[in-house]
């Protein structure tokens, strides 16, 4: 197939995983009320290293993810800041009805972090794909959904959620990914609920969320280079609540949209922009890429990125079909 996720530009980061444990860990140093809970994926969600410093603040439940939520609720609702830590295939399926009523419901904080999630587990197949996360919790009232595309919006999520009130969810892959995404001239920050530009163009825009941010930008690259095409990239890391003005602003340059996301193309990312352009009137050509319905195929990441055209190639090649 194809080839993995590479020229991640200078300023070459570390796997987003790496940077939500090690802030997690400072968090926890400075403040003896924040808790990692973990289903037996201490090791993959990057926590060994803060259950050797802090082994008060981190509980082990095993595989046992409808468990995990239950033990991040009942810390949570005595007044604990609790980072639920599991994979994401499992945690948002497993676990959906303890998430639904225990945490959201109930209105308990709950940070629920879905670690390998997307494809990242790549060969495993469609059993250890995380596809469906968006879709089943835009459905739940009461959480925020976030996907960090970069090391700058993942320590800044985390931060952010921490300091939140309220269910939030985070989901995070596996691959190493940039410092920061950014081609603009000013500096852009990182709030919870808004989008960011990472760069600014003038005949097309890529809105994309996650570890999907960073195709997108060197499909814009290409097509720069290429075909002196100018396009707008913007990270909406924030599914929900979603940026509804800076999409409607967007919108208002009546330039084609391709929305882009590691899901399916039910139920997520471009569905819910796709909704806000409608029922506001607008009518710029649009596009959802994402994993079709189908069972996805196997192969690394950025195999199966490749393969169903989240790549600088087939992003490029989806920007000439939309323009005409």
């Known amino acids: 197939m194809g080839q993995e996720i590479t020229n991640i530009p200078k300023g070459v980061g570390l796997a987003n995983l790496e940077v939500f444990a090690s802030t997690l860990e400072s968090l926890a140093q ?27 603040q981190i509980v082990e439940v095993g595989i046992a993810e409808q468990n995990l939520v239950g033990v991040a609720t009942g810390l949570a609702s005595m007044r604990k800041k609790v980072f639920a830590v599991s994979p994401a295939c499992f945690l948002t399926a497993r676990a959906l009805e303890q998430i639904k009523n225990d ?16 494809v990242s587990y790549g060969a495993l197949g469609s059993t250890h794909h995380s596809l469906h996360d968006y879709a089943v919790l835009r459905a739940i009232n009461n959480i925020t959904i976030i996907a960090p595309a970069d090391n700058f919006e993942t320590a800044e999520a985390i931060r952010q959620a ?12 596996k691959k190493n990914m940039p410092e920061k995404i950014e081609e603009v001239e000013l500096p852009t920050s990182f709030e919870v609920g808004k989008g960011r530009v990472v760069k600014e163009g003038s005949d097309l825009i890529f809105i994309a969320t996650g570890e999907a941010v960073w195709p997108c930008l060197q499909a814009a690259q290409k097509l720069a280079e290429e075909h002196q095409i100018s396009a707008t990239v913007v990270s909406m890391h924030t599914i929900k609540p979603l940026d ?55 192969g690394s990441q950025g195999e199966i990125f490749e393969h169903y055209g989240i790549s600088a190639k087939g992003l490029s090649q989806s920007a000439l079909n939309i323009l005409g």
């Open 244 to 298: 509804q003005r800076l999409i409607l602003q967007l919108a208002s340059q009546n330039t084609p949209i391709i929305t882009v996301e590691e899901h399916s193309v039910y139920g997520g990312l471009g569905e819910a922009v796709g909704s806000v352009l409608l029922q506001n009137g607008c009518h710029n050509k649009f596009k959802i890429v994402g994993l079709p319905d189908e069972h996805t195929v196997s």
């Open 30 to 56: 400075a403040d003896k009320t924040v808790f990692a809970v973990t289903s037996d994926s201490r090791g993959s969600g990057k926590l060994v290293e803060f259950g050797q410093k802090l082994p008060s």
């Open 162 to 173: 921490a300091a939140m009130d309220s269910p939030v969810y985070i989901r995070f892959g």
């Open 103 to 118: 945490v959201c419901y109930s209105d308990n904080p709950v940070k629920l972090i879905g670690i390998s999630a997307g």
